[in-house]
């Protein structure tokens, strides 16, 4: 049996979708490939298995729409699974359609948060034959394919199928997978090397990415109430420490990588982080490479910075969010305003690298409260203690609790899910759309900034730090059109 893992591209004069492996989902008009890792393992593990695997990421391959369907009526593939998101959900209904009229007998399998939120509706808007839900899709899509062999019976909770002209389930799906049994990715087979320059997080090239965990261990009430990753993952579940530690002497005896981006939604701390950092410093990969993490503001102190620095750590993405505590207690982040200064301060103090994300757009957020979260992100910024940031309009999506908030209290402008892709407002505010944007501009423009600039220049040492900036100001420009609009320029006193 042939299987396609595909991602279609997405013809759009908003940029290029993020799509794969993304929790907040962008269109962005500078190129940024990130490396999916479910989907990888979902190739490995059915190659392992002795099937034929296509990985055919026509995004990533920069492919026109008419190509790639040509490619895939030319493989002709038995199955073809494509990873969705809310904000192109619709457009991939409309693919499926599409792939029906040229391969009638190829099944079409969706996975991703927002099917996992709403099986059913892609079930009765498309054509699609198979919904997989939840997070470990890799280990139910080799599953499936061994029921549609006649090797396995159909064991995995969580598949949502037709049968008789009905749409059935095998029930809700069980994050009950062992990490640890999973093999190594088959870079080649999964093509790393379309990922490992156009991206944004690596200073120096080629990278690549690794997931240890899945996906946050931060589960208070639910987690934080913007995210639709719980929606995946509701459970956090980590590799052991040494199986990373392999896998990253692995990608750098074999392929020469140089930075590596661990994409657990936050990275393990405690005794875990303390034996992985033991571990690649006596292994000397500290010395061999660069390694970014996502991290939580208070998650760890001065030493313990120290530590990850020493191990070869070198960016640390936190999400800010606002500078309002309320706004981030209804967000149910669980931080206080004077943890995220103390962090970044304390991460850079140590030689890390802080990177901020922040979001413009809540409801429950006046016009005040957002020009402090403007202030707070670029005061960071200009002092130094903040190195880089990502800022965008917050979006409710399916099987977030702020999604189901919004529509308990009719704050829902639109259900187009076209419209769910950080590029407006879906929600009623207080401040207008031109406002919103005029903020994740504002947060941007500090790139500008006479301080902020001669710092960036004053820490090139070497040609990878000369790239790295030149890199991030062409992202900064590409972000500043991402969020320009006629209406941005009523918004001049922000």
């Not at 052991?240 to 074999?254: G, Q, R």
């Not at 999400?319 to 309002?324: K, P, V, W, Y």
């Not at 309320?326 to 690298?353: M, T, W």
């Not at 903020?439 to 006479?450: G, L, T």
Request: aromatic share 12%.
């Amino acid at each position: 049996m042939k299987i396609s893992i595909s991602y279609p591209p997405i013809n759009s004069d908003k940029g290029v979708p993020l799509i794969a492996q993304n929790r907040q989902f962008q269109y962005f008009k500078s190129p940024t490939y990130i490396y999916p890792i479910v989907p990888a393992y979902a190739a490995t593990l059915l190659k392992q298995a002795g099937f034929d695997v296509i990985w055919d990421d026509g995004i990533a391959e920069e492919k026109t729409y008419d190509k790639w369907i040509r490619d895939l009526e030319r493989r002709k593939p038995d199955v073809i699974m494509i990873e969705t998101k809310t904000p192109v959900v619709k457009k991939h209904w409309s693919i499926i359609g599409d792939l029906k009229q040229v391969l009638p007998s190829s099944k079409i399998v969706l996975v991703g948060d927002h099917v996992t939120a709403l099986p059913s509706e892609s079930m009765m808007q498309s054509k699609v034959d198979f919904v997989l839900t939840g997070g470990d899709y890799d280990f139910l899509l080799l599953n499936l394919i061994g029921f549609m062999e006649g090797k396995t019976k159909l064991l995995e909770p969580g598949i949502w199928y037709r049968e008789n002209n009905e749409v059935k389930n095998t029930g809700k799906f069980v994050l009950n997978h062992d990490l640890d049994s999973l093999p190594f990715i088959d870079r080649d087979l999964t093509k790393w090397w379309l990922y490992s320059e156009k991206n944004g997080n690596y200073k120096r090239t080629p990278g690549t990415y690794t997931m240890v965990g899945r996906d946050c261990w931060w589960r208070k009430n639910g987690g934080c109430t913007f995210c639709s990753w719980p929606t995946l993952y509701p459970t956090f579940r980590v590799r052991k420490p040494e199986s990373l530690v392999a896998e990253l002497e692995f990608l750098v005896e074999k392929y020469g990588v140089r930075e590596v981006f661990d994409d657990t939604g936050s990275f393990p701390v405690g005794e875990w982080l303390q034996r992985f950092c033991k571990l690649l410093i006596e292994k000397k990969l500290n010395e061999k490479i660069y390694f970014d993490v996502n991290i939580r503001f208070g998650a760890l102190g001065p030493d313990e910075y120290k530590l990850i620095k020493k191990a070869g750590f070198r960016t640390l993405l936190f999400g800010l969010e606002s500078a309002s505590q309320p706004v981030l207690d209804k967000l149910n982040k669980g931080v206080k305003v004077e943890e995220i200064v103390r962090s970044c301060k304390e991460a850079k103090e140590a030689g890390l690298e802080p990177h901020i994300t922040i979001m413009f757009g809540y409801p429950f957020e006046s016009r005040d409260e957002a020009l402090e979260t403007v202030k707070l992100g670029r005061q960071l910024l200009k002092k130094g203690y903040a190195n880089t940031v990502q800022a965008t309009i917050v979006i409710p999506y399916p099987g977030s609790p702020l999604f189901e908030e919004a529509k308990m209290n009719g704050w829902l402008k639109t259900l187009d899910w076209d419209r769910y892709d950080m590029r407006e407002s879906v929600m009623k505010t207080t401040m207008s759309d031109g406002e919103i944007k005029g903020m994740v501009q504002e947060i941007y423009k500090v790139a500008f900034d006479p301080g902020f600039l001669m710092r960036k220049i004053l820490a090139i040492r070497n040609v990878d730090d000369a790239k790295y900036v030149f890199r991030a100001f062409r992202k900064v420009l590409g972000h500043l059109k991402d969020f320009t609009t006629q209406a941005n320029k009523k918004n001049e006193q922000l």
